[in-house]
């Protein structure tokens, strides 16, 4: 399978699912602009693809699904939103263009971000959803939705994040836990999410939870990796951040290419967990696999 081809095919179909999704909120302008600037102008759509790769990997109909994927990356897009703070990273410039702040000030971002994840609650919990889905699995979704944004997920992770630094005594179970929280909880709820809502038994969600969680894991050491050694031209934000904020991540604590090699390890044991599966999940396990050549 061209992988290049496919994400590019999946990115157009969730970009018209994420577009089409705002539509009812579009009275509310100042608000619906903020939150519009930063959801549909950008991102690689990863989280979103994964949800629905995994699905389709069960015999089902993508469409399905998409409301669900689009709540999972309007959950991310508001991280990313509230992440650019001054209060929080200070960043100026997210997926290629002026950060939403920069644009709207703090204050109508703060709300862009909030208005967002309770939108993606919305989403995720319209009763819509009992015409396909048992509401078992659909309250399931819900509750790992609340559970992968929250204190244990990515809130949680993203308060480890601010208050850890490369100064103090920091260890590699310490930015694991950093890493796996803040960005593995999402990456690895678009999988279950996938796994849930295609009915699949209790050890098959569990074994595409740690699907996830590995492949987060490594997807945020890609992130760290790129910071260090990429440009803003390429990544459409402001590089080299890290080292400036004295991040505690994997690339200040091993450097750039033991960081590499621990991100490609982690992969091999995020494939590991689906060997059992043979062939089923070979999409999601070819994504994977893409995400270490963004290191290249
Ligand atoms: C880039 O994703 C982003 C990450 C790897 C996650 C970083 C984690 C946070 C910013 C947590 C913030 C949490 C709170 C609560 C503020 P990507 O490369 O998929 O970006 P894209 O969607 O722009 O392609
Ligand atoms: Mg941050």
Redesign the pocket.
């Known amino acids: 399978m061209d992988i290049t081809k496919y994400l590019e095919e999946k990115k157009k179909v969730i970009d018209s699912a994420l577009e089409s999704s705002l539509i009812p909120l579009k009275e509310h302008s100042i608000l619906y602009a903020a939150m519009a600037y930063s959801l549909l102008l ?3 759509r ?1 989280r979103p693809i994964l949800a629905i790769t995994t699905y389709s990997a069960s015999g089902k109909n993508e469409a399905d699904i998409l409301p669900f994927a689009c709540a999972i990356e309007m959950i ?1 897009t508001y ?2 939103i ?2 650019d703070l001054p209060i ?1 990273d200070n960043s100026d410039e997210r ?1 290629g263009k002026s950060s939403c702040h920069k644009v709207y000030g703090s204050d109508m971002a703060l709300l862009a971000g909030d208005a967002l994840l309770s939108y993606s609650f919305e989403m995720a919990s319209n009763p819509i959803h009992r015409n396909l889905f048992d509401e078992k699995l659909l309250l399931e979704v819900v509750n790992n939705f609340a559970l992968s944004s929250g204190v244990k997920g ?2 949680g ?2 308060v480890m994040d601010m208050i850890s630094s490369v100064d103090e005594e920091i260890n590699e179970e310490t930015i694991t836990y950093i890493d796996r929280l ?2 593995a909880s999402l990456i690895s709820l678009a999988i279950r999410t996938g796994g849930i809502l295609a009915g699949v038994n209790e050890s098959e969600k569990l074994a595409l939870s740690r699907f996830g969680e590995n492949l987060g894991i490594s ?2 050491i890609i ?1 760290d990796v790129l910071d260090e050694t990429s440009s803003p031209e390429i990544l459409g934000k402001e590089t080299q951040q890290d080292k400036k904020n004295k991040k505690a991540t994997f690339v200040a604590l091993f450097g750039v290419e033991k960081s590499k090699n621990i991100a490609q390890e982690l992969i091999l044991k995020a494939v590991d967990f689906l060997k059992p599966y043979n062939n089923k999940y070979t999409t999601i396990i070819e994504l994977a696999e893409f995400t270490l050549g963004r290191m290249k």
């Open positions: 950008g991102g690689k990863i991310h991280s990313l509230h992440d929080m997926r990515l809130v992770g993203q803040k960005t997807y945020q992130d």
